[in-house]
């Protein structure tokens, strides 16, 4: 659902468009990853193969790109999940789509929790999102802290990153739009982050939140409600 109105006649066009493109890239990319991935098995030159590693790393972004696009046309993705996965995998997923993955630390991620297939893909997407977010806005030297607890029959996700801060104002707006989602218009392409991180957790009925934290920095969480995990 991409909001709780009928969408207008220039909304429902502007959701077709995103639909069909981000369904004709996907195919290309798809194509592309699996060529690259064939590539990586049989080039026997190191110099060569990061650059393989490099374009199949740019290649895997433009998939999250698309798969983005039809997040805001109201789509799914196209790669199904038929297991429950841990979430420890999870994370480790979504990290391997960051190009800055080595400054995604994880620290205290309690053991047993598992993601119910369903939302395995959108959790790695979500989270990928925030994971982008706090290492491009901290420090190129500084680490994001990742951590997960249950609480009673949920989980609850910290990504904390120590950067330029957000404004009291501006923060309220962000945690809003977090919250509710916007109606889809071609400027929201140019925040597309924020809005996809929305629709995902309003798909799975996560909660999603930024606050301060410190001097400096800000802490995103993410409540996985009962549903998406097996207990």
């Known amino acids: 659902m991409v909001s709780s109105a009928d969408p207008s006649a220039g909304e429902e066009e502007t959701i077709n468009m995103l639909f069909h ?6 195919a290309m990319v798809d194509r592309l990853i699996s060529c690259l991935d064939r ?3 049989v080039e026997p030159d190191a110099d060569r193969m990061k650059d393989v ?15 983005s696009l039809l ?23 979504a990290r391997s789509e960051v190009e800055d993955f080595r400054r995604i630390e994880f620290g ?15 959790l790695v997407h979500l989270l990928a999102e925030l994971f982008d ?42 945690n809003h739009r977090l919250a509710h989602p916007s109606p889809v218009t071609a400027a929201m392409c140019r925040q597309m982050g924020i809005e996809v991180v929305s629709r ?5 009925e996560m909660r999603v939140e930024l606050e301060p934290v410190g001097d400096r920095g800000i802490a995103a969480s993410v409540v996985l409600p009962a549903h998406a995990l097996v207990n």
Do not use: K, W, Y
């Not at 493109?21 to 996907?26: D, G, M, V, Y």
């Not at 790393?57 to 433009?62: H, P």
């Not at 046309?73 to 997923?93: C, K, Q, T």
């Not at 190129?140 to 990742?146: A, R």
């Open 71 to 93: 997040v805001l046309a109201g789509g799914e993705s196209a790669r199904i999940r038929r297991e429950p996965v841990s979430l420890v995998d999870v994370l480790h997923g």
């Open 133 to 174: 977010n706090a290492a491009a806005f901290s420090p190129p030297d500084s680490t994001v802290l990742v951590e997960a607890r249950r609480v009673a029959d949920r989980a609850v996700l910290l990504i904390e990153d120590r950067g330029i801060g957000i404004g009291a104002e501006r923060l309220r707006e962000l």
């Open 108 to 122: 205290v991620i309690d053991e047993g929790l598992v993601v119910v297939a369903p939302a395995v893909n959108d």
């Open 21 to 26: 493109l981000s369904r004709r890239s996907q």
């Open 39 to 41: 590539m990586e098995q």
């Open 200 to 204: 995902l957790a309003q798909r799975h």
């Open 53 to 67: 590693f490099e374009l199949d790393f740019l290649a895997i972004r433009m998939r999250r790109n698309d798969e």
